[in-house]
């Protein structure tokens, strides 16, 4: 990994004005000309969104989950899928992470839908001690009763990957082969708020495939490059084929770790990460167009305007709420 | 450290001085750091010279400095040493690092005023950074006006690097959290390097020490090898009293 020059960055901002740079327009000021090239991407005509409702931890998620995935028409024959959740924190009581039903349901739902292999990663970016996650969050328990296999990605081996834009100026990154072999990526992110990013949707959930063992704990490389940068510039180089949420209980106010849990009864379930992530924000009272990197996916990576994002199963109004924010985030705020 | 260990170090690819394990990687200071302290224990590990370059490029380096920001407590005037060149000072690298040059000094290395200084440095970015109520995270105590919970491997590593600052405050508060939390904890990780800690402060470790021995018999750390060789370590403290760690 080399860098020769830290862009202006909204991380690097907000050590001196963080809320006015989030909320004001697009400030990637390295992008006066595209940090990417337009013909390598192409954004879809419409995505689809599938809400569907799951009351609590009880339901049978294989089987919600199958019928999203059904209803959207995804294909997983023969494929080797890797499931990102969401796994940062472990402390009683609390909703930091993609819960493991969540999780083991996905990987029963893919297998059924007839995938070859399913793998479970992660790799957190506080903590290096994955048995204590593994053991604290039950992930391990509900993955040994399914037998299906986890793979520590602060740790698997990596090879190094040219991004295909440039919103850092990172030429590259090392990341996992097991992410980058996988035939369709899942991104399992939990619906929390995020305190710099406002949202931890399928799109920052990336954050967790970039291997510490190389960079760190924290991952400092992508806050000092501008957290927002990051997110585009992974989601640009490594695209989630399918993005599962868990929206059974979120996280409001200071998440993604301090915040409050939040009921809120859904699973989301889509192939536009941008889309989904959009839908989720409005969901939670966040205004997508707000948000800089939703706006700046749009141009590139996927559909955050509601006009071009069709919901399926239930509406989303069955869902639609406020979620506490903190002071700095509420700029953020939808307005109805 | 058996043969196989000597011959990774020596495969290691040097970026200056320092190892990595790909030349095109950044080299990982907390690594570099726990390297230097093997050698320095260990000196059949790595000829003198490349030692004494290992220990000089680490004292060379130090994390960026940013702004003083208001959403965290933290002096960031202070630099102690980033998991990777170009980033922020983080506590475990700050750690492994601090120990490797305070190790220096203890093992008759002459040790340049330069030393010294980046050793009294890392001692207060330690102290700085820790959370309020004792022990460490990665690195920052309070975030948006919140207090952040302290991880017991964490602050095993820290206080590692603090073992000779018995009288700071931080110190005592910080072996008082990790004494009311070792036996609780479910990992390997949190066990082993707790165990190497209560060995460090002479405390009594007997439980600590079955409690690995069980962990390691049912769960054998899920394979993580770093964590399989720190355990065994630990539990074979009659063979080396700990020396790697011990000031």
């Known amino acids: 990994m080399r860098s020769t020059k830290r862009p202006p960055s909204l991380f690097s901002v907000s050590r001196r004005r963080f809320l006015g740079a989030l909320i004001a327009p697009i400030a990637f000021g390295a992008c006066r000309s595209r940090p990417y090239r337009a013909a390598d991407f192409t954004v879809p005509e419409r995505s689809a969104v599938c809400l569907s409702p799951a009351a609590d931890y009880g339901v049978d998620f294989a089987d919600v989950i199958g019928r999203a995935l059904g209803e959207l028409g995804v294909d997983l024959r023969g494929r ?198 959009a839908t989720c924000a409005r969901l939670i009272g966040l205004d997508p167009f707000r948000m800089p990197y939703l706006v700046a996916a749009s141009r590139f990576l996927g559909n955050i305007d509601m006009r071009q994002v069709d919901q399926r199963g239930e509406p989303i109004s069955r869902y639609r709420t406020r979620f506490d924010l903190i002071e700095r985030l509420n700029g953020l705020r939808l307005q109805s | 450290m058996s043969e196989g260990g000597n011959a990774f170090l020596e495969r290691c690819q040097p970026q200056g001085a320092l190892l990595a394990d790909d030349p095109q990687q950044p080299a990982n200071l907390a690594f570099n750091g726990l390297a230097a302290l093997l050698a320095l224990s260990r000196p059949d590990v790595l000829s003198r010279a490349r030692t004494s370059g290992l220990l000089s490029a680490i004292a060379g380096l130090r994390g960026i400095v940013l702004p003083q920001a208001r959403e965290f407590r933290q002096d960031n005037s202070l630099t102690g040493w980033p998991w990777i060149d170009g980033t922020f000072s983080w506590v475990e690298p700050t750690s492994w690092c601090l120990l490797a040059l305070k190790k220096m000094k203890t093992s008759g290395v002459p040790v340049t005023g330069a030393i010294e200084s980046r050793i009294v440095e890392g001692e207060r970015l330690l102290i700085d950074r820790a959370c309020a109520a004792g022990g460490w995270n990665f690195g920052n105590s309070v975030v948006l006006g919140q207090d952040l919970r302290p991880y017991v491997s964490t602050t095993a590593i820290a206080l590692l690097a603090l073992q000779d600052r018995l009288r700071e405050p931080v110190t005592a508060r910080s072996l008082a959290y990790l004494q009311g939390q070792a036996l609780r904890q479910t990992s390997g990780m949190s066990l082993a390097l707790s165990l190497i800690c209560f060995r460090v402060f002479r405390l009594d470790s007997d439980a600590l020490q079955q409690r690995l021995a069980e962990h390691w018999r049912d769960r054998q750390f899920l394979g993580n090898l770093h964590v399989t060789a720190m355990a065994h370590y630990a539990l074979n403290h009659a063979q080396h009293k700990t020396s790697a760690f011990t000031l």
């Open chain 1, 80 to 277: 080797r899928v890797l499931l990102k959740p969401n796994l940062v924190e472990y402390d009683d009581g609390s909703a930091t992470n993609t819960h493991p039903a969540v999780v083991a349901g996905a990987a029963e739902a893919i297998l059924r839908a007839g995938a070859a292999e399913v793998v479970v990663g992660e790799g957190p970016g506080h903590r290096r001690d994955m048995e204590y996650l593994l053991t604290g969050s039950g992930l391990d328990h509900y993955l040994r009763d399914i037998g299906v296999r986890f793979v520590d990605l602060n740790l698997a081996d990596v090879r190094r990957v040219p991004l295909r834009s440039r919103f850092t100026t990172l030429p590259d990154l090392w990341l996992p082969v097991d992410v980058l072999r996988a035939d369709v990526v899942v991104s399992m992110p939990k619906l929390k708020t995020h305190h710099w990013a406002g949202l931890t949707g399928s799109m920052k959930n990336l954050f967790g495939i970039v291997p510490g063992a190389v960079y760190g704990w924290p991952k400092n490389v992508l806050h000092t490059h501008g957290i927002e940068n990051s997110i585009l510039d992974l989601n640009a180089t490594v695209r989630s084929h399918v993005t599962i949420v868990d929206g059974v209980i979120g996280m409001e106010g200071d998440g993604p770790i301090m915040g409050r849990p939040r009921p809120v009864g859904f699973v989301a379930v889509g192939i536009d990460p941008a889309a989904v992530d």
